[in-house]
């Protein structure tokens, strides 16, 4: 499995945003992807070197469509990878 598949995309939120201070960022991955893989992808796309990873399975919240119809969000998997200090993700500096 490639770098870029198991990176989906990075996730910025007001919680991510607080735990960047904390040399630690968030991402959106592949739902079959371990912690290893995770942490080798970064390394490979960004150039940095992961300490630690943790991984969130988020469930599918109920929503609403139209006036009666009911329906889900997607469920997807979420880690939160902490870095070596002095490292830093510069995709996410911009954002």
């Given at each position: 499995?490639?770098a870029?598949?198991?990176?989906?995309e990075?996730?910025?939120?007001?919680?991510?945003?607080?735990?960047?201070?904390?040399?630690?960022?968030?991402?959106k991955v592949?739902?079959?992807?371990?912690?290893?893989q995770?942490?080798?992808?970064?390394?490979e796309?960004y150039?940095?070197?992961?300490?630690?990873?943790?991984?969130?399975?988020?469930k599918?919240?109920?929503?609403?469509?139209?006036?009666?119809t009911?329906?889900r969000?997607?469920?997807?998997?979420?880690?939160?990878?902490?870095?070596?200090?002095?490292?830093?993700?510069?995709?996410?500096?911009?954002?």
């Amino acid at each position: 499995m490639n770098a870029d598949q198991v990176i989906i995309e990075p996730v910025v939120t007001e919680k991510s945003n607080m735990l960047r201070e904390q040399n630690k960022y968030t991402f959106k991955v592949y739902k079959a992807a371990n912690k290893v893989q995770i942490m080798q992808a970064l390394k490979e796309l960004y150039d940095v070197n992961p300490v630690a990873c943790r991984t969130i399975n988020v469930k599918p919240k109920p929503k609403r469509q139209r006036l009666r119809t009911q329906g889900r969000t997607a469920s997807w998997k979420k880690a939160v990878v902490t870095l070596s200090p002095g490292d830093s993700i510069d995709a996410f500096e911009g954002a």
